[in-house]
């Protein structure tokens, strides 16, 4: 990309030792140790790091140009900007011809959820013919038996993102669903994609260490559909407290698709019933019902798949067959997984007090009426505090037997965590406290029998626990299969 043409359409203040504007941008960073040579270097100014002190490094890697907010003390060229994570998102998607507008993208935000619904969707479009990459928590991929590519956010960085549609393009492929986290809509990371479609799922306490109040993360969310114009579609679960507030925010020239289960809703369950196999119910789309017989268990995985369905009817696809390729799908890594039976162990990515509150109903649903139900979970440290003895509480409330351990401590003492989860409960005699994390997972199957069900909480997916400055190998799934002599 040509400097004259960055010039020519981006905001800017000032221009500071900007002579030749033929030269040649061959990249976008705002990584000083990952620029290279003629790349354009962004100062980012973020919650712990300001990439202005880090220009100098930058300018001895090569870059060729920067973005910044506050003059530099060097001699190299600078466009000087009211907002760099603003600009940033404006200059990606100028990098890379504006990929998004080529794409039918829909976007789904809530606090539980995305990651399954992503899923679900993606499903649906290709049972349907037409192919669909996905972007979210597991990272991306090009098709459903594609490999997952990484990603570091649930919502990339806005270089990396627009890459990514980039890519999507070449590929042919006209469908892109993807998360989108309250933390990139905030910090801009999605400005200038092109939405089509916004999905909400639900919205309860979490990442209040970053916006403060339950009001600034709906702000940050309802962007999502604010911003949506005339022909775009909004999915709104009816159920949720916020809905209404959502709802409020859609223009009325977009086209407003609701689905719930107590509620009045386009897309309604009817009927639900669980048992060991899965869930069933009747769905009941705009007067038209259809029987359905889920493999997914719990009431969550009702509302995930209600979402899916709306979206397809949003989307103009085919229902029936939307419903049929729901009954096929038996889950999504880490997402109430059933890793072993006898004792039944389920590895879920549940780390809020919502979450857990739902997959332990869900779990209690499917535990035998002789056995009991085991909870195991930990907090995540750097995050938000006043959660932790919220979901002691919850698990004091819906489970038999509760053992405390760590999640990812970060840089907080795991003890003091702990100590913060076990203030929620009424009395915590007979719970078991055990920092070590796969310690707790071999004293859960210690104090288990074969018709107990326990509930491995807070991780699901993720391979790795950050303790202190270092991060190391785990996997919940992997040491419960190992420890339970799972093959």
Same mark, same amino acid.
């Not at 499917?366 to 002789?370: A, D, F, L, V």
């Given at each position: 990309m040509k400097l004259r043409t960055l010039i020519d359409n981006i905001n800017y203040l000032n221009l500071v030792n900007l002579e030749d504007f033929s030269e040649e941008i061959n990249g976008i960073s705002y990584n000083s140790k990952?620029?290279?040579?003629? @790349?354009?270097?962004?100062?980012?100014?973020?919650? *712990?790091? @300001?990439? *202005? =002190?880090?220009?100098?490094? $930058?300018?001895?890697?090569?870059?060729?140009?920067?973005?910044?907010?506050?003059?530099?003390?060097?001699?190299?060229?600078?466009?000087?900007?009211?907002?760099?994570?603003?600009?940033? $998102?404006?200059?990606? @998607?100028?990098?890379?011809?504006?990929?998004?507008?080529?794409?039918?993208?829909?976007?789904?935000?809530g606090t539980n959820g995305k990651t399954t619904v992503t899923h679900l969707i993606q499903k649906i479009f290709e049972e349907n013919n037409k192919k669909c990459a996905l972007i979210g928590t597991l990272g991306h991929k090009f098709f459903s038996n594609d490999s997952y590519h990484d990603a570091k956010h649930t919502t990339p960085q806005a270089p990396e993102l627009q890459k990514i549609f980039y890519?999507?393009?070449?590929?042919?492929? %006209?469908?892109?669903?993807?998360?989108?986290?309250? *933390?990139?809509?905030?910090?801009?990371?999605?400005?200038?994609?092109?939405?089509?479609?916004?999905?909400?799922?639900?919205?309860t306490q979490d990442h209040l260490d970053f916006h403060i109040t339950m009001d600034n993360y709906f702000k940050a969310k309802a962007k999502l559909f604010s911003d949506l114009v005339a022909e775009d579609f909004a999915v709104i679960n009816a159920d949720d407290d916020y809905a209404c507030r959502f709802i409020s925010v859609v223009s009325p020239t977009v086209n407003l698709y609701t689905?719930?289960?107590?509620? !009045?809703?386009?897309?309604?369950?009817? %009927?639900?019933?669980?048992?060991?196999?899965?869930?069933?119910?009747?769905?009941?789309?705009?007067? =038209?019902?259809?029987?359905?017989?889920?493999?997914?268990?719990?009431?969550? !995985?009702?509302?995930?798949?209600?979402?899916?369905?709306?979206?397809?009817?949003?989307?103009?696809? @085919?229902?029936?067959?939307?419903?049929?390729?729901?009954?096929?799908?038996?889950?999504?890594?880490?997402?109430?997984?059933i890793i072993t039976s006898n004792p039944t162990v389920i590895v879920d990515y549940a780390h809020t007090p919502d979450g857990l509150e739902n997959v332990l109903k869900a779990a209690r649903d499917?535990?035998? !009426?002789?056995g009991k139900l085991i909870c195991l979970f930990g907090c995540g440290g750097d995050r938000d505090a006043t959660k932790r003895p919220k979901m002691g509480r919850i698990a004091e409330d819906y489970a038999d037997k509760v053992i405390v351990?760590? %999640?990812?401590?970060?840089? =907080?003492?795991?003890?003091?965590?702990i100590t913060d989860v076990l203030a929620g409960f009424k009395s915590v005699n007979d719970v078991i406290v055990e920092p070590d994390r796969e310690l707790a997972i071999k004293e859960a199957k210690k104090i288990a029998s074969d018709n107990d069900v326990i509930l491995v909480a807070g991780k699901g997916h993720e391979d790795y626990q950050i303790l202190a400055n270092e991060t190391i190998h785990f996997d919940d799934r992997e040491k419960v299969r190992e420890i339970f002599g799972v093959n």
């Open positions: 990952k620029t290279n040579p003629n @790349d354009l270097f962004i100062c980012l100014v973020g919650e *712990h790091v @300001d990439g *202005h =002190e880090y220009a100098e490094e $930058a300018a001895a890697n090569g870059a060729c140009l920067f973005v910044v907010e506050r003059q530099l003390n060097l001699d190299v060229p600078q466009i000087i900007v009211s907002d760099t994570s603003e600009s940033i $998102a404006q200059i990606a @998607d100028l990098f890379y011809s504006s990929p998004s507008k080529k794409l039918n993208l829909i976007g789904v935000t890519n999507i393009n070449e590929k042919c492929i %006209d469908n892109v669903v993807m998360e989108v986290s309250s *933390h990139a809509l905030a910090q801009h990371r999605v400005d200038c994609c092109d939405f089509n479609g916004a999905v909400f799922t639900n919205l689905y719930g289960i107590k509620s !009045s809703a386009d897309v309604k369950a009817l %009927d639900v019933k669980f048992s060991n196999n899965g869930a069933s119910f009747i769905c009941d789309i705009k007067g =038209e019902k259809y029987p359905v017989s889920l493999k997914m268990n719990g009431m969550f !995985s009702i509302y995930n798949v209600l979402a899916a369905i709306t979206t397809a009817l949003a989307s103009g696809l @085919d229902v029936k067959k939307a419903i049929s390729t729901m009954e096929n799908i038996m889950g999504v890594a880490g997402r109430f997984e499917i535990t035998p !009426s002789n351990t760590s %999640d990812n401590p970060r840089s =907080e003492d795991p003890q003091q965590i």
